[in-house]
């Protein structure tokens, strides 16, 4: 599988180069510099990748970079963010959202998207209405195999979330090329976090802030699950520097994820690549069978 922005660099210069890697890639990379009319939104999008303005999860960011891959996913296109074609698809999801069709990505373009994608985790919603869920009964939980989690790491998950994430998993590890998958890419290094252990963590770290180390973690429902994209040289796989983060949204696994989690019930939180929530009302027929296993 190529990556979404696969044709980032692709355009006229590579085209005369004789350098295309396939007819599929220079057509894309045709069509995204084609839309007329874009040129300041453009220049804007191109500005604002890198803008440190940016906090739109509490901290300084550089710019929307890390959400470019999620952003191109939720207006529809395979263009890169600084082309003609990402501004006119954004422009046209603007028109959809009741907002000025600029084609620009400006702040309040990106509350919206971040609003949608954040309503898409239960979680989110049962901490608006001011409560912490409960973790669940020791019954429900079941200990991943040391095989599919990273450095044989113990991590447990609610039964039914474990049964699609095996689904989902197996389903990227025969789309993906070995060439795409490192071997310990799509393990798990966290998963189900009692309050006990979070609490200990926050106390331990002192930075419970909802961005760190939140106070009520969604790890406490056993519906989450961290999974190894890998890294960034000499950072860790849940390092939440700008960097690494940038670095992981464009790998294949990346990329993966974000095209078909949601057909097994996974969502993403968008400022942590590796974080995923299982949404039982998002799962559709592709888990059925494996949700109904014993």
Request: proline share 7%; net charge neutral; hydrophobic share 40%.
């Amino acid at each position: 599988m190529k990556p979404i922005f696969a044709v980032l660099s692709l355009g006229a210069p590579l085209l005369l180069a004789g350098c295309a890697t396939s007819p599929g890639q220079v057509l894309t990379a045709i069509a995204c510099q084609a839309p007329p009319g874009f040129h300041e939104a453009v220049l804007v999008n191109k500005q604002s990748l890198t803008d440190p303005t940016w906090t739109p999860f509490g901290r300084p960011e550089t710019g929307w970079s890390v959400y470019a891959v999620r952003t191109a996913h939720e207006i529809k296109t395979r263009c890169a963010p600084e082309t003609p074609g990402f501004a006119h698809r954004l422009a046209r999801w603007q028109s959809r959202h009741a907002l000025t069709p600029t084609g620009a990505m400006d702040k309040a373009s990106f509350q919206v998207m971040k609003t949608g994608w954040q309503a898409q985790r239960p979680f989110v919603a049962q901490r608006a209405a001011g409560v912490c869920p409960d973790p669940p009964a020791d019954a429900d939980l079941v200990t991943l195999p040391a095989t599919e989690t990273l450095d044989g790491k113990t991590v447990q998950l609610r039964a039914d979330a474990t049964r699609a994430l095996e689904t989902m998993v197996a389903a990227a590890r025969r789309q993906l090329s070995a060439s795409d998958l490192a071997p310990d890419q799509l393990t798990v290094f966290s998963g189900f976090r009692s309050p006990a252990y979070d609490a200990a963590r926050c106390a331990r770290d002192g930075n419970c802030d909802g961005v760190g180390r939140a106070t009520c973690s969604a790890h406490r429902t056993g519906l989450a699950v961290d999974l190894t994209l890998g890294a960034t040289a000499g950072l860790q796989v849940d390092s939440s520097q700008d960097i690494n983060r940038i670095w992981q949204t464009r790998t294949p696994v990346y990329l993966w994820l974000i095209d078909n989690a949601g057909h097994y019930g996974f969502v993403n939180y968008a400022f942590e690549p590796w974080h995923w929530e299982w949404n039982e009302t998002n799962a559709n027929g592709q888990v059925a069978t494996a949700l109904a296993r014993p």
